[in-house]
Each structure stands twice: as C-alpha cells, then as structure tokens.
C-alpha cells in the first residue's frame, strides 16, 4: 500500500465560487481608495509607479506526504522577484556571480526549472528559479539538491495543482527510479519560517516520511501547515508568475477527486499521466545555476 503524500486542505475554506459579496464589497473599497489615494498623489510628484493589487482567495488545500490575501506588485514584479532582481544587479556591480551570491546569504544554491505544458498546452514554456535554504531545514535541503544533481526532476510531471493552495511534484516518471527512492525516508527537519506563498516544502505522509515529493506553497494563508510539521526548505527567488501557470485543470487527486492516483503514478509512471493526464505541466529540465 502506497500512503497518500501531501498536505490536507482546512475543512473551511473557501474556493472562488465561493467568494462572498461582503469580500467583493471590500474589494471594490479598497480600490477605490488607492485610486482616490493615487490621484492625491498625482498633483505632488511628476511620476507615480504602478501599483497592481492581486487578492488570492483562500481555497481547496491537500497535502499530506485561507480567507483572502493581498499580494502587492510593483509594475509587473512581485516584491519576490523585485528583490531578487536588485540582488542580481548588486552582485553583477560586485563581480558575484548569481550562484555565488545564493551561497554567499544562505549557504544554498539556485536551482533553475525549465516548465513545459504552461495553461496545459504544448508549446508553452517558462523558467522559475528556486533558492535552497540550508539554513531553514538542512536535511530537506539537501535531499533536494541530491535530487537535481541526479536529474530526478527532469520529465517529472506537476500532478497536484490546487490554486490558491500548493502545487505538488516529485514522483519520478520512471517506476523503477522512483522504487529506489521510496524507502529512503528522512528524519524531519523543525520548522523555522511560515508556509507562505513561495516557499518549496516536501510533502509527507506522516512525521519522519519525506522522500522525493515537494509542493510549492501558492498562498501566504498556508500558515495552518506549519503546526503539522511542513518545513520549506527553499523558496522561489524568479518566476512565480510561471508557477501560477501549472495545469491545474484536473483537480485534486484520486480519491478525493478526478485527478492522478498517486499509487498509479508510482506504479507506471509517465505512461499513465501521459495518456490519461496529458495536459498536466512538467519539468524538461532542472538544473543548478
């Protein structure tokens, strides 16, 4: 019997559909506000930067291995990707190189995925960048950097996609490489920072049972994860933009939904999630800066 890998979604929250009228209310306040604040602002400075304001609606969460939020972007960055753009530029000035830079602030290193199937349509691609942090959770980050120097990632399909949630990965689509993978359990790392949009995380089935599954958190009202062990142990430094792309048309995963069967992906790897899942996002390739 194969254990269900991932983190379980709160019994009250709440999805799109469900969007109350009261939130829409206080959405349409508050941008109303911020255009009234921003033609105040208009007569005191010759230029005023763009500001969009995003709200992620807490939604279906399932991992196991929200009320609304308000994500602030400059232009067309995220604060994320803001300032990991200033510290490339820094660094450039400096003469570090990227890589170096990543080690230089938290001792990990930066890992690069090149997305295929981006909206479920082959064509589409884009690259996220992922930082590891040894210094928040040093067993799960190096299990994932052992992971991509083995090219482990590369084909692997992103076969839990829950907006507003996670996005889950992980499973290799070779039965046979995944086989030797499903023993190899590591002790649990403690939790030092927040579940919050972003963050990289291995999937459990229970304590001390992480092997080869990770979700990307899609939320910063993910916090709930924290008290039951999930500790990130890295996070997207670039292209969350990309990551909010993933196929996430199928759903959650069997039983609980129409999506994969975990213990099936397991079993026959890709050729199952080609034939009967074939929109779902992968990974082409996964490699360190």
Excluded at 10 to 22: A, D, G, L, V
Excluded at 45 to 69: G, M
Excluded at 272 to 286: C, H, I, T
């Amino acid at each position: 019997i194969i254990a269900f890998y991932g983190p379980i979604p709160p019994k009250n929250h709440i999805t799109y559909e469900k969007f109350t009228h009261h939130a829409m209310m206080k959405l349409v306040g508050s941008i109303t506000f911020l255009a009234l604040q921003s033609m105040q602002l208009a007569y005191s400075f010759t230029a005023v930067p763009s500001i969009r304001t995003t709200l992620y609606s807490q939604v279906h969460t399932s991992l196991f291995a929200k009320e609304n939020d308000e994500d602030v972007e400059l232009g067309s960055l995220s604060r994320r990707d803001a300032a990991y753009q200033v510290a490339v530029t820094t660094a450039a000035m400096a003469g570090m190189s990227t890589s170096a830079l990543a080690e230089e602030v938290s001792g990990g290193r930066l890992i690069e995925f090149t997305v295929n199937n981006l909206d479920g349509e082959e064509g589409k691609t884009g690259t996220f960048v992922v930082q590891t942090r040894p210094d928040w959770a040093p067993i799960g980050a190096e299990r994932f950097e052992t992971l991509v120097d083995k090219a482990f990632f590369d084909g692997c399909r992103i076969f839990r996609v829950l907006p507003g949630f996670v996005a889950q990965f992980g499973i290799n689509g070779d039965p046979e490489v995944q086989a030797k993978w499903r023993s190899q359990n590591l002790r649990d790392d403690p939790v030092k920072v927040t579940n919050k949009r972003g963050t990289v995380v291995f999937a459990t089935a229970g304590p001390n049972t992480r092997t080869t599954q990770l979700f990307v958190n899609l939320n910063d009202r993910n916090s709930f994860l924290d008290r039951q062990g999930f500790s990130p142990l890295g996070e997207v430094v670039s292209g969350m933009d990309v990551v909010d792309r993933f196929f996430a048309g199928y759903g959650e995963g069997a039983p609980s939904g129409k999506g994969p069967n975990q213990g099936l992906i397991q079993a026959k790897g890709n050729a199952y999630l080609e034939s009967a899942f074939p929109k779902l996002s992968y990974f082409s390739r996964v490699f360190f800066k």
